[in-house]
């Protein structure tokens, strides 16, 4: 996983960890970003598959998995950024 400059410092500036990155190109639903761009996040189903994976670590992480990230056709991370609003199917 590469992060763009700017994902760096979107992750930095909103305290998300490089370990979320993982997690989340590993376990996030996958919804369609515009211009071949695809939007990772925890969705219901996804935070079932992570808790079954890392089993009593998943409690000490569940209140961080409300976030997303958006990655380029390539697997290029392009910005990170906390969910505060659903993100729409297509």
């Known amino acids: 996983m590469k992060l763009t400059q700017h994902a760096a410092l979107r992750a930095k500036e909103?305290?998300?960890?490089?370990?979320?990155?993982?997690?989340?190109?590993?376990?996030?639903?996958?919804?369609?970003?515009?211009?071949?761009?695809?939007?990772?996040?925890f969705d219901k189903a996804s935070k079932r598959r992570f808790r079954t994976y890392a089993g009593p670590l998943a409690n000490k992480l569940e209140e961080h998995l409300d976030c997303y990230l958006v990655a380029s056709a390539e697997g290029q991370v392009i910005t990170v950024g906390h969910r505060y609003k659903r993100i729409k199917h297509q």
């Open 14 to 41: 909103r305290a998300i960890p490089p370990i979320l990155v993982d997690l989340l190109m590993s376990y996030g639903a996958t919804e369609k970003a515009g211009e071949g761009a695809i939007t990772y996040y």
